[in-house]
């Protein structure tokens, strides 16, 4: 995982436990451009999905760091 993509995964994390879920979504993504096969980032953006009501985005979220544990794994 690059650092730029932990830093923004850690804020997104705090921001997620502050309970302003739209930065912790934003930072999140951020994550996610630096460094797309960042498992953890997607994990975290679904509990963030599952905040916001979006259960659609969660369902996806999960499937998308699943395939990727798996793949990484393989």
Do not use: I, W
């Not at 302003?20 to 960042?38: G, I, K, T, V, Y």
């Amino acid at each position: 995982m690059s650092s730029l993509a932990n830093y923004y995964n850690n804020q997104g994390v705090k921001f997620y436990e502050d309970g302003d879920f739209q930065a912790a979504l934003e930072d999140l993504n951020r994550a996610l451009s630096e460094d797309p096969s960042n498992t953890l980032a997607y994990y975290n953006r679904g509990l963030v999905y599952v905040s916001l009501g979006r259960s659609e985005e969660h369902t996806s979220e999960l499937q998308s760091h699943s395939d990727l544990v798996c793949r990484l794994l393989l």
